[in-house]
T-cell receptor, first 111, second 109 residues
Framework: NAGVTQTPKFRVLKTGQSMTLLCAQD?????MYWYRQDPGMGLRLIHY???????AKGEVPDGYNVSRLKKQNFLLGLESAAPSQTSVYFC??????????FGPGTRLTVL | QKEVEQDPGPLSVPEGAIVSLNCTYS??????FMWYRQYSRKGPELLMY????GNKEDGRFTAQVDKSSKYISLFIRDSQPSDSATYLC?????????FGTGTRLQVFP
């Protein structure tokens, strides 16, 4: 099993550009999450999904959109990137409601 | 006030020391608590989780929850340089985990 994978691993964007981050899991988990991690701020939840076709807002949802069209995939979109969105983005999946398994992360820089 | 508070450290100890990592939380409804370990430039990995109050032991690691004082602890016995990482505590609340900011631990030989 590959577990949780994230694509791409690194990306540099210019302000105003758009992009989509892909998260895939092969563990048949119902729950999936997108976090951002910044120095001194810890992990902050952006959006999450409790099942295929569902999404919900987390702590810091502004400027991001998500979609969960297939159970194994969770996409995070930035429509118009801003320097404040420079961060490391982690995806996680969970079989239930507590234990979460994390991907390796995507390092995004917005110039 | 953040719902889960954690001292960011860094904490530097010699190999073989007993390490104590701590968090406090504010919501008495929290029931599940977790510790994650994150190596530099990697994703967090689940180390241990506990339900409600009490202790849980796994090898050199012991997780402890004191609900009366809203205190979460992780003890590492016989610490090794390979334990050098950032340790994140978390509490589960309605489909979500609330994370502390993480404590950076360095174990030197």
């Amino acid at each position: 099993n590959a577990g949780v994978t994230q694509t791409p691993k690194f990306r540099v964007l210019k302000t105003g550009q758009s992009m989509t981050l892909l998260c895939a899991q092969d563990m048949n988990h119902e729950y999936m999450y997108w976090y951002r991690q910044d120095p001194g701020m810890g992990l902050r939840l952006i959006h999450y999904s409790v099942g295929e076709g569902t999404t919900a807002k987390g702590e810091v949802p502004d400027g991001y959109n998500v979609s969960r069209l297939k159970k194994q995939n969770f996409l995070l979109g930035l429509e118009s990137a801003a320097p404040s969105q420079t961060s490391v983005y982690f995806c996680a999946s969970s079989p239930g409601r507590n234990e979460q398994f994390f991907g390796p992360g995507t390092r995004l820089t917005v110039l | 006030q953040k719902e889960v508070e954690q001292d960011p450290g860094p904490l530097s100890v010699p190999e073989g020391a007993i390490v104590s990592l701590n968090c406090t939380y504010s919501n008495s409804a929290f029931q599940y608590f977790m510790w994650y370990r994150q190596y530099s430039r990697k994703g967090p990995e689940l180390l241990m989780y506990t339900y409600s109050s009490g202790n849980k032991e796994d090898g050199r690691f012991t997780a402890q929850v004191d609900k009366s004082s809203k205190y979460i602890s992780l003890f590492i016995r016989d610490s090794q340089p390979s334990d050098s990482a950032t340790y994140l505590c978390a509490a589960y609340n309605t489909d979500k985990l609330i994370f502390g900011t993480g404590t950076r631990l360095q174990v030197f030989p």
